[in-house]
Protein backbone atom coordinates (compact mmCIF):
# COMPACT_ATOMS: atom_id res chain seq x y z
CA UNK A 1 0.00 0.00 0.00
CA UNK A 2 1.28 3.35 -1.21
CA UNK A 3 2.02 5.96 0.97
CA UNK A 4 -0.83 8.79 1.64
CA UNK A 5 -1.09 11.63 3.87
CA UNK A 6 -3.80 14.08 5.25
CA UNK A 7 -2.95 17.91 6.10
CA UNK A 8 -4.98 20.10 7.69
CA UNK A 9 -4.29 23.12 10.38
CA UNK A 10 -5.64 22.09 13.68
CA UNK A 11 -6.68 25.42 15.54
CA UNK A 12 -7.29 23.56 18.82
CA UNK A 13 -3.52 22.38 19.32
CA UNK A 14 -2.15 25.52 16.79
CA UNK A 15 -0.40 23.73 14.63
CA UNK A 16 -0.41 21.54 11.69
CA UNK A 17 -1.45 17.78 11.58
CA UNK A 18 -0.67 15.70 9.53
CA UNK A 19 -2.03 11.85 9.52
CA UNK A 20 -0.08 9.12 7.30
CA UNK A 21 -1.16 5.74 6.36
CA UNK A 22 0.29 3.02 4.43
CA UNK A 23 4.22 2.05 3.91
CA UNK A 24 6.82 4.61 4.70
CA UNK A 25 9.52 5.16 2.24
CA UNK A 26 11.97 8.04 1.94
CA UNK A 27 10.48 9.00 -1.65
CA UNK A 28 7.24 9.42 -0.51
CA UNK A 29 8.17 11.09 2.77
CA UNK A 30 10.08 13.90 0.60
CA UNK A 31 6.97 14.27 -1.44
CA UNK A 32 4.65 14.50 1.61
CA UNK A 33 7.76 17.13 3.61
CA UNK A 34 7.40 19.33 0.61
CA UNK A 35 3.38 18.93 0.63
CA UNK A 36 2.79 20.46 4.48
CA UNK A 37 5.46 23.35 3.74
CA UNK A 38 3.60 24.53 0.69
CA UNK A 39 0.12 24.55 2.51
CA UNK A 40 -0.91 28.28 2.69
CA UNK A 41 -0.65 28.38 6.76
CA UNK A 42 2.59 26.72 6.78
CA UNK A 43 5.35 29.21 7.86
CA UNK A 44 9.06 29.19 8.87
CA UNK A 45 8.81 27.64 12.81
CA UNK A 46 5.04 26.59 12.79
CA UNK A 47 4.69 23.05 14.84
CA UNK A 48 3.48 20.13 13.52
CA UNK A 49 1.97 16.84 14.75
CA UNK A 50 2.93 13.72 12.13
CA UNK A 51 0.49 10.69 12.93
CA UNK A 52 2.27 7.67 11.79
CA UNK A 53 0.03 5.59 13.76
CA UNK A 54 -1.26 4.23 10.65
CA UNK A 55 1.61 4.03 8.42
CA UNK A 56 3.99 0.88 8.44
CA UNK A 57 7.65 1.85 9.67
CA UNK A 58 9.76 -1.06 9.09
CA UNK A 59 12.54 0.51 6.71
CA UNK A 60 16.24 -0.22 7.27
CA UNK A 61 18.72 2.52 7.87
CA UNK A 62 19.22 3.53 4.23
CA UNK A 63 15.68 4.91 3.84
CA UNK A 64 15.79 7.06 7.51
CA UNK A 65 18.85 8.31 6.41
CA UNK A 66 17.50 9.73 2.98
CA UNK A 67 14.35 10.86 5.06
CA UNK A 68 16.90 13.18 6.96
CA UNK A 69 18.77 14.33 4.80
CA UNK A 70 15.35 15.86 2.99
CA UNK A 71 14.71 17.31 6.21
CA UNK A 72 17.70 18.56 6.04
CA UNK A 73 17.45 20.61 2.92
CA UNK A 74 14.56 22.11 4.15
CA UNK A 75 15.97 23.14 7.00
CA UNK A 76 15.39 27.03 6.25
CA UNK A 77 11.82 26.65 5.28
CA UNK A 78 11.02 24.17 8.29
CA UNK A 79 12.61 26.61 10.82
CA UNK A 80 13.01 26.41 14.23
CA UNK A 81 9.30 25.28 15.74
CA UNK A 82 8.14 20.99 17.15
CA UNK A 83 8.07 17.79 15.33
CA UNK A 84 5.99 15.32 17.43
CA UNK A 85 6.24 11.75 16.01
CA UNK A 86 3.05 9.57 16.87
CA UNK A 87 3.75 6.62 16.03
CA UNK A 88 1.71 2.68 17.08
CA UNK A 89 4.92 1.00 18.45
CA UNK A 90 8.21 0.79 19.74
CA UNK A 91 9.69 -0.32 16.18
CA UNK A 92 8.12 2.99 14.57
CA UNK A 93 9.49 4.53 17.80
CA UNK A 94 12.97 3.50 17.68
CA UNK A 95 12.89 4.61 13.80
CA UNK A 96 11.78 7.63 14.89
CA UNK A 97 14.99 8.28 17.46
CA UNK A 98 17.23 7.10 14.60
CA UNK A 99 15.71 9.89 12.05
CA UNK A 100 15.58 12.17 15.59
CA UNK A 101 19.26 11.55 15.94
CA UNK A 102 20.06 12.00 12.21
CA UNK A 103 18.73 15.90 11.71
CA UNK A 104 19.82 17.06 15.33
CA UNK A 105 22.65 19.25 13.95
CA UNK A 106 21.25 19.45 10.68
CA UNK A 107 17.74 20.52 11.18
CA UNK A 108 16.35 23.90 14.01
CA UNK A 109 13.54 21.84 14.45
CA UNK A 110 13.05 20.40 17.84
CA UNK A 111 11.96 16.96 17.06
CA UNK A 112 10.31 14.13 19.36
CA UNK A 113 8.43 10.74 18.90
CA UNK A 114 5.70 9.47 20.96
CA UNK A 115 3.32 6.47 20.93
CA UNK A 116 0.31 8.03 22.93
CA UNK A 117 -0.90 10.79 20.76
CA UNK A 118 -2.34 12.76 23.81
CA UNK A 119 1.36 13.40 25.21
CA UNK A 120 2.77 14.69 21.62
CA UNK A 121 -0.33 16.88 21.77
CA UNK A 122 0.56 17.95 25.57
CA UNK A 123 4.28 18.40 24.38
CA UNK A 124 3.51 20.72 21.27
CA UNK A 125 1.14 22.80 23.32
CA UNK A 126 3.72 22.98 26.32
CA UNK A 127 0.98 21.51 29.03
CA UNK A 128 2.86 19.55 31.36
CA UNK A 129 -0.60 16.96 32.05
CA UNK A 130 -1.86 15.29 28.53
CA UNK A 131 -4.94 14.55 30.41
Same mark, same amino acid.
Given at each position: ?????????? &????????? *?? /???????? +?? !????????????????????????????????????? &????????? *?? /???????? +?? !??????????????????????????????????????????
Amino acid at each position: MAMSWEIVWD &EGLGAVRVT *IH /GVFTSVEF +AL !MSEAVLSQPYWYPGADVLFDYRDCVIEQGFSEIHSAA &ESTASAADR *IG /GGKAALVV +AN !MVGFGTARQYQTLIENSAKISLRPFIEIAEAEAWLRDDPDPA
